[in-house]
Nanobody, 116 residues
Framework: QVQLVESGGGLVQAGGSLRLSCAAS????????MGWYRQAPGKQRELIAS????????NYANSVKGRVTISRDNAKNTVYLQMNSLKPEDTAVYYC?????????WGQGTQVTVSS
């Protein structure tokens, strides 16, 4: 079992920045890829960024490419999402997800609200 706790969400003006963190505990030795999803009201949850176990490979959704950076600190079992140039359409609940073999785990989500 892996437990995930996200932090760093909040209210920010358009053009601002936020850094989300997701700390894992439990069977962290089994964690492989990590990622961030988001879900806006009335929309499906979408994957916006992922990072490989070593941190050498990252992928981004087109909607956030160039504005966000995913990183991880395996010593701290933490994954980060640095978000810059935020837009009102980035408003959503952001979820951390980790993969361990054939199981995935979710955090509780953190709200990001971008005002225009």
């Amino acid at each position: 079992q892996v437990q995930l706790v996200e932090s760093g969400g909040g209210l920010v003006q358009a053009g601002g920045s936020l850094r989300l963190s997701c700390a894992a505990s439990g069977s962290t030795f089994s964690i492989l890829a990590m990622g961030w999803y988001r879900q806006a009201p009335g929309k499906q949850r979408e994957l916006i960024a992922s990072i490989s176990s070593s941190g050498t490979t990252t992928n981004y959704a087109n909607s956030v490419k160039g504005r966000v950076t995913i990183s991880r600190d395996n010593a701290k079992n933490t994954v980060y999402l640095q978000m810059n140039s935020l837009k009102p359409e980035d408003t959503a609940v952001y979820y951390c997800n980790v993969l361990t073999g054939n199981l995935g785990y979710w955090g509780q989500g953190t709200q990001v609200t971008v005002s225009s």
